[in-house]
């Protein structure tokens, strides 16, 4: 069962949007301090988090940036006494998908729960997958085991293609045909192997898993990946 986790140091609160939220089936789970939930998602991972911004041991905020960082699928809710527009702002651009002011209506706080959830089940239906890779084309995201990192709109094209045909060569005629399909600019070798040099770079440790095959393409190896 997927897990929703609420990080609120007001007990009664937390015990109410406990019980709201039991109707979603979901494994939910409390926490009344922010060390206790960095420690939990250490090794942890849930569907969505509601999180106070006013906690005992600190803001909430951490939080959202540490999940935004490291939990490519979590979405993150955050509900807090402090509901400036510069404190929505700060909020949402650490990563926070919604950003309610204290106090709240709980039938907006739940139908904007049901929609993250919603927006969640379609993000998955438009994963491209190969052991520890998660790649959504369309978002530009790319995920190796908890490590998120953002794709420009050819690295994606490029990636996508490479996992399609995993394990096997994809020649430089199959990326240009496949990623510059309109042949209004027809890239170099060279061009490609820029790109291709990008994704090694944000794959990092894993960046042999990307292997260029002399004369004639790359492929996608997966046990690098598993090293």
Do not use: C
């Given at each position: 069962m997927s897990k929703i986790v609420i990080v609120e140091d007001d007990k009664d609160l937390n015990l109410t949007l406990a019980q709201q939220l039991s109707s979603l089936s979901k494994n939910i789970i409390s926490f009344f301090k922010l060390k206790s939930s960095l420690n939990f998602f250490e090794t942890n991972s849930a569907e969505l988090v509601l999180v106070d911004r006013r906690l005992a041991d600190g803001d909430g905020l951490e939080l959202v940036e540490y999940l935004n960082s490291t939990r490519f699928y979590t979405k993150t809710v955050v509900l807090s006494g402090l509901g400036s527009a510069d404190d929505r702002i700060k909020g949402l651009s650490l990563g926070a998908d919604e950003y309610l002011a204290k106090p709240f209506h709980s039938t907006e706080l739940f139908l904007k729960i049901k929609k993250l959830l919603?927006?969640?089940?379609?993000?998955?239906?438009n994963l491209r997958t190969y052991g520890p890779i998660k790649l959504n084309k369309e978002a530009g995201i790319l995920k190796i085991h908890e490590k998120k990192l953002k794709l420009r709109k050819k690295e994606a094209e490029i990636l996508d293609l490479l996992i399609r045909h995993k394990g096997h060569i994809v020649t430089h005629k199959q990326i240009i045909q496949q990623v510059w399909p309109n042949f209004e600019f027809?890239?170099?070798?060279?061009t490609i192997n820029v790109y291709i040099r990008r994704l090694?770079?944000?794959?990092?440790?894993?960046?042999?898993a990307i292997e260029t095959v002399r004369k004639f393409g790359y492929r996608l190896e997966l046990s690098e990946l598993e090293k």
């Amino acid at each position: 069962m997927s897990k929703i986790v609420i990080v609120e140091d007001d007990k009664d609160l937390n015990l109410t949007l406990a019980q709201q939220l039991s109707s979603l089936s979901k494994n939910i789970i409390s926490f009344f301090k922010l060390k206790s939930s960095l420690n939990f998602f250490e090794t942890n991972s849930a569907e969505l988090v509601l999180v106070d911004r006013r906690l005992a041991d600190g803001d909430g905020l951490e939080l959202v940036e540490y999940l935004n960082s490291t939990r490519f699928y979590t979405k993150t809710v955050v509900l807090s006494g402090l509901g400036s527009a510069d404190d929505r702002i700060k909020g949402l651009s650490l990563g926070a998908d919604e950003y309610l002011a204290k106090p709240f209506h709980s039938t907006e706080l739940f139908l904007k729960i049901k929609k993250l959830l919603s927006m969640d089940k379609r993000a998955m239906s438009n994963l491209r997958t190969y052991g520890p890779i998660k790649l959504n084309k369309e978002a530009g995201i790319l995920k190796i085991h908890e490590k998120k990192l953002k794709l420009r709109k050819k690295e994606a094209e490029i990636l996508d293609l490479l996992i399609r045909h995993k394990g096997h060569i994809v020649t430089h005629k199959q990326i240009i045909q496949q990623v510059w399909p309109n042949f209004e600019f027809i890239p170099t070798y060279t061009t490609i192997n820029v790109y291709i040099r990008r994704l090694r770079m944000k794959f990092g440790p894993y960046k042999k898993a990307i292997e260029t095959v002399r004369k004639f393409g790359y492929r996608l190896e997966l046990s690098e990946l598993e090293k």
